[in-house]
């Protein structure tokens, strides 16, 4: 029985390659750092900042990482509303999935955010909660973020299912015994998908309401 569904938010809800690539390089550059292709900045979308900082950096010394992450926020906060946009057919495919069950978001963003960018795009009344970090640079792990959205199913792992895209979400799902749906559309691939051990892929968010009727009714789908 299908009890609800989890959703990572970058790269799976939203678009927001445009929005963290440019916030990213304008911390590289208030750092003294080059800038980076937007392109290569796809696999530093979706692991906690502090995580993303070190790699880009190349050092996890905390007061440079620190530095790096409150420019990033600088310009961050002040655009993300305007640079953010929605995954293809968001609308649509989250109001057929809430009349089917219960559905909520789990990221690594911080809360403050995630919870202004769905109230933003009209969302936020198919989910029953949303929860992510706390701007605290305590690297924070996804199991955690989880964790806490489970209060949304009575503390119950059981019979849920997390949509996310990168390695982070499918490892964070699985300390819960979660399964995980990994999205192609998002900054992950296939392969790193599978590598993490996401149960199954799916195109886009067009293809979830199909592939979780089948889910929720046990059908052999390998």
Known sequence: MLRGVLFDLDGVLIDSLSSIGASLNFALAAVGRPPRPLASLRQRIGPPIEETAAALLGTDDPALVARFIACYRERYAATYLQETVPAAGLREVLAELAAMTTLAVATSKPEVYAREL????????????????????????????????????????????????????????????????????????????????????????????????AIARGDDLF
């Open 118 to 213: 769905v109230a933003n795009l009209g969302v936020g009344p198919f989910l029953n909660v949303v929860c992510g970090r706390s701007l605290a640079l305590d690297a924070e792990p996804k199991a955690a973020v989880i964790a806490r959205a489970l209060a949304a199913f009575d503390g119950e792992a059981e019979g849920l299912v997390m949509v996310g895209d990168r390695s982070h979400d499918v490892v964070g799902a699985a300390v819960h015994g979660i399964p995980t749906i990994g999205v192609l559309h998002g900054m992950g691939s296939a392969e790193e998908l599978r590598a993490a051990g996401a149960k199954w892929l799916a195109d886009d968010l067009r293809a979830l309401p199909r592939l979780l009727r």
